[in-house]
């Protein structure tokens, strides 16, 4: 009888119309080549362009704001071809000149310096443990989401320490880290621009929209806080919206995760959570503290008192055009680096400097992969700045929505549609702005629109297609990270994650600007 009993299969849930679309799209975008074959294919296509549009005559004239003077000028960009005498130069005197100065490069190197010290010692790990125990299960989503957005406010450092350090956080609880990667990815890419805080950006943006203000009227000037209100409601909104789709959508179509087996023997015996006791994290933690304390207090004398080091020299400004700020990073780094060993040296995970200097060698022999990928990222970068074909396609697409001639609130709504159009092939947030502001800020204008409303508009469409295009600097990092815990992961992986974030997040995010300006609520301060 017991031969003959039937093997009862379990039985797979049926998917949903769009678990099937996005698992099409993985599986389409993994059989596409390595990223740096993809990036050589993009080279070449940018050369065979740029020198047809070269010959065919393009180029834009446009105003745009000078960076140095905060003068408008007339500006005129020609297709420029890469396979003349001066482009063939250009090609091939700037190979070394592009990869130095791309500034992924030195911020990702600079800021795993430090955080390869904090987990090597084991204080990353211990601190997710103590977020976890802490953190109702229920909520920790919505946590790492509020975190990631928050992060802008240290640039960059998002991407290399809290998305890691969320894939992690979910492991911990028995969750797929993908979906930990996912949610803290959507949070500090897609919703980039927004922050509960005032940070470096928003000066950069709020100066380049005043010098477009004073075309039409130079008596209006707004300030730093001009997007405060609608900021600060886009992060609570935000939060919940990429918190649901997370555990309602991401989190069902990825699964429970089966951990590979390389990965399960990391996680053995050997590993920093299992070797440390309770009294040896206490004190790692303790020496963590003192040592965090010491460098902010180090950093307060450095910024904080009138006439510090860390202060513009000549307008004694913290937040904005200050050294502290152009070098956050730089204290992001030191404060793992200390915080780190300390820890370290507590917990008896390290044992002098040369545990710590080895740390930060494994960290940075870990980026091969990834610095090799951004040698070909930052050729791309660079040869089709060179073009202008960009700048060309960002004027005609603006002139072409400016002679509509649609009402304020449909205006609003293209002008965020085109902006999220080209944010997939134009990443920087600025360079944009700088093109787009001289345009619609006074056309809007004319039309009783409020500057501040543009600038936030403009806010809507940057951010959200940060999440699926390779053009971002950190995308080909984020694959890494996704690799490491499915085998085969690739762009399409990544991808298919984060389409139901930048869907829904753009829908909604217009919806609310155009609700907002709709009901004439103020944009900020």
Not at 164 to 181: E, H, Y
Not at 410 to 420: E, H, M, R, T
Request: hydrophobic share 55%; proline share 6%; aromatic share 8%.
């Amino acid at each position: 009888m017991a031969d003959r009993a039937l093997k009862i299969q379990p039985i797979q849930p049926k998917k949903t119309g769009l678990e099937k679309i996005l698992d099409t799209v993985e599986r389409v975008g993994n059989k596409v080549p390595h990223p740096a074959v993809i990036f050589v294919w993009l080279i070449v296509a940018v050369i065979v362009l740029s020198h047809l549009f070269h010959l065919l005559g393009a180029s834009a004239t446009y105003e745009s704001i000078n960076a140095e003077t905060h003068q408008p000028e007339q500006v005129t960009s020609a297709a420029q071809s890469l396979l003349n005498a001066e482009g063939i130069r250009f090609m091939y005197d700037g190979v070394v000149r592009n990869f130095m100065s791309f500034n992924a490069v030195g911020v990702i190197i600079v800021a795993m310096l430090g955080v390869g010290v904090a987990e090597t010692s084991g204080l990353i790990k211990s601190l997710i443990r103590k977020l976890v125990q802490v953190a109702p299960p229920a909520a920790l989503t919505y946590i790492l989401v509020f975190v990631g957005i928050v992060s802008s406010i240290a640039a960059d450092a998002g991407y290399l320490v809290l998305i890691p350090l969320a894939a992690a956080a979910f492991l911990s609880v028995k969750r797929n880290p993908l979906v930990g990667l996912a949610a803290s990815f959507a949070a500090v890419s897609a919703v980039f621009s927004a922050n509960i805080l005032i940070k470096p950006l928003d000066g950069i943006l709020t100066g380049i929209t005043n010098d477009a203000i004073h075309l039409m009227n130079p008596n209006m000037t707004l300030s730093l806080t001009a997007n405060l209100w609608f900021s600060v409601a886009s992060v609570v909104m935000l939060t919940i919206v990429c918190g649901l789709i997370t555990d309602k959508v991401v989190e069902p179509r990825l699964g429970p995760y089966a951990a590979p087996e390389a990965e399960k023997e990391e996680q053995g015996a050997g590993s920093p959570d299992v070797r440390i006791a309770a009294k040896d994290d206490s004190r790692g933690l303790l020496f963590a503290g003192i040592a965090t304390v010491g460098i902010l207090v180090l950093f307060f004398l450095l910024s904080f008192p009138s006439g510090a080091a860390l202060r513009n020299p000549e307008t004694g400004a913290l937040v904005g055009d200050s050294p502290f700020m152009n070098g956050l990073i730089v204290f992001i780094a030191l404060a793992f680096l200390v915080a780190g060993a300390g820890y370290g040296f507590g917990a008896r995970t390290m044992k002098g400097s040369a545990d710590v200097v080895k740390a930060m060698e494994n960290a940075v022999i870990g980026l091969g992969g990834l610095l090799f990928l951004l040698f070909f990222i930052s050729q791309f970068i660079a040869l089709f700045t060179y073009t202008n074909l960009a700048t060309i396609a960002a004027v005609k697409l603006g002139d072409a929505l400016e002679a509509a001639r649609l009402g304020p609130i449909p205006l609003l709504i293209g002008f965020v549609v085109v902006v999220a159009i080209l944010n997939l092939i134009i990443t920087g947030i600025i360079p944009k702005w700088a093109i787009f502001a001289p345009v619609f800020v006074p056309l809007l204008m004319r039309l009783g629109v409020h500057p501040g409303a543009v600038m936030a508009a403009y806010r809507v469409g940057d951010s959200p297609t940060n999440a699926i295009t390779p053009m971002m600097a950190y995308f080909p990092l984020i694959v890494g990270f996704a690799a490491k815990y499915q085998k085969g992961a690739g762009v399409g992986t990544v991808v298919a994650m984060m389409l139901p974030y930048v869907v829904v997040i753009q829908v909604i995010w217009i919806i609310m600007l155009v609700v907002w300006q709709a009901l004439g609520i103020p944009w900020g301060i």
